[in-house]
């Protein structure tokens, strides 16, 4: 049988990597971030800020030109939900499930688009979502696989359960993504 590996990602770290152009890129958008506490993702980093990146794109593209941007991270029931919303135009109900579609013309700035997104998420069992309310504004849910992580030491670990050295780095808790990005 094959060791596989499961990936092991701080979404608060992905995040941080996500938003970082995008703070230089619109610097009058407000992004307002909440985060749970060092939440963890079974799902690679470059998959995750990937996705990040696609709806941040979005939000930013199609909100009013100074609205904010809201960022929540969560983790609920196993799982890690990262909801990002902005004050656009938002989504009529049929465009809730039709933005994922794969022929839908995107454009030509670099990004998979949404389809693409979905599609990666999906291998490692992890979801994208549409709500909208039209005049009000759209909101992606990323549903993430949570990695929990066991507090009890492990005798068969050399640390007896103590964390590695450079086990967490940069972008790893929610100070470094408000210190990065105070509010203005």
């Not at 135009?89 to 049929?94: D, K, Q, R, S, V």
């Not at 994208?128 to 696989?145: C, K, N, V």
């Amino acid at each position: 049988m094959a060791n596989t590996r499961v990936p092991s990602t701080s979404v608060v770290g992905a995040l941080r990597a996500a938003l970082t152009p995008f703070r230089f890129t619109y610097r009058w958008r407000d992004f307002v971030v909440f985060a749970d506490d060092r939440p963890r993702a079974a799902v690679p980093r470059h998959v995750l800020v990937a996705a990040l990146d696609e709806v941040l794109s979005n939000a930013c593209r199609y909100s009013h030109p100074h609205g904010p941007v809201r960022v929540e991270v969560r983790q609920v029931d196993g799982r890690v939900l990262v909801a990002v919303s902005d004050e656009g135009e938002g989504l009529e109900p049929h465009d809730e499930l039709a933005v994922f579609d794969e022929d839908l013309p995107r454009e030509d700035d670099g990004r998979e688009g949404l389809a693409a997104t979905r599609a990666a998420l999906e291998e490692y069992g992890a979801h994208i979502i549409a709500t909208s309310r039209p005049g009000r504004g759209s909101l992606f849910t990323l549903d993430l696989p949570a990695l929990v992580v066991l507090d009890e030491p492990r005798l068969d670990h050399p640390s007896h359960g103590q964390p590695e050295a450079g086990a967490s780095g940069p972008g790893d808790d929610l100070a470094d993504v408000v210190e990065l990005f105070p509010n203005d």
